[in-house]
């Protein structure tokens, strides 16, 4: 194996440990589709650097370390720390969980999350990777996009979330439509069952799209009835992110 070709593959092993921890060597070994030898080699060479350790049941999961070096990503760009303030006050507006993801490929990813104080909430941990098309926060990144990226991610392969999630490209290019006039995404169950959700995009200088932010919460309290003052609420918060970011109004 080239010395590149084994940098690739033990970044790949690493991915799939942290994404199905804790996870044994032969379901680790189906998920890359690499030999197990090579697996069991890249996984002893990790434990030896302190990327992964094993379990007493020979599973392995992501080390400290990992989570040390990942976190120093989270704010790389400083959004996070442009937003976070605005972020606080839009949770107690709402009072309903409040997302900030930020874009990696064809996917976001959750980047922060202020949980609402209520009992029945949405959840998603921090890291997850949300498709585009599927999420409020997706639907409103794309529509921060030219159309030409937006026609680009409709031609890849859109997978559903669940049975209310927007499949077909017609329909979603409708939907990014109605944000841009809008100014906000209303995402129903498109994500997760039984949460509903508004998203608003956030732009850097330049005025291009830097990640998304959202309103979550249970569809018993996340209803069309608070969805506009929810969604303009989001709006709002994302232009004064954006403005602080060096977007132009």
């Known amino acids: 194996m080239a010395p590149t070709n084994s940098v690739v593959s033990a970044v790949h092993v690493l991915e799939a ?97 202020l949980d609402t104080r209520h009992r029945l909430r949405a959840f998603l941990p921090l890291g997850h990777r949300i498709p585009l098309h599927a999420s409020a926060t997706g639907q409103a990144y794309l529509a921060a996009c030219t159309p030409d990226e937006v026609e680009t991610y409709l031609a890849g392969p859109l997978e559903r979330s669940t049975r209310h999630t927007v499949v077909d490209p017609a329909r979603l290019r409708d939907r990014i439509d109605e944000v841009r006039e809008r100014g906000w995404s209303v995402n129903p169950e498109g994500l997760s069952d039984g949460i509903a959700a508004v998203g608003a995009p956030l732009r850097g200088p330049g005025g291009r799209p830097v990640g998304a932010l959202s309103v979550s919460g249970p569809t018993v309290r996340m209803t069309e009835e608070v969805f506009d003052d929810h969604g303009r609420a989001a709006a709002d918060a994302a232009r004064r992110i954006s403005r602080d970011l060096g977007a132009r109004p």
């Open 17 to 113: 440990v942290g994404e199905h921890q804790p996870v044994g060597l032969s379901d680790l070994t189906r998920v890359v589709g690499l030999p197990k030898s090579t697996v069991l080699r890249i996984l002893r060479t990790l434990a030896e650097v302190g990327w992964c350790v094993p379990d007493d049941a020979a599973r392995w999961r992501l080390s400290y370390r990992a989570f040390a070096v990942g976190n120093q990503a989270r704010d790389a760009g400083g959004l996070r720390e442009v937003a976070i303030p605005v972020l606080h006050e839009l949770q107690l507006g709402t009072g309903e969980t409040v997302h900030l993801a930020v874009p990696d490929g064809r996917e976001l990813v959750l980047l922060e999350r």
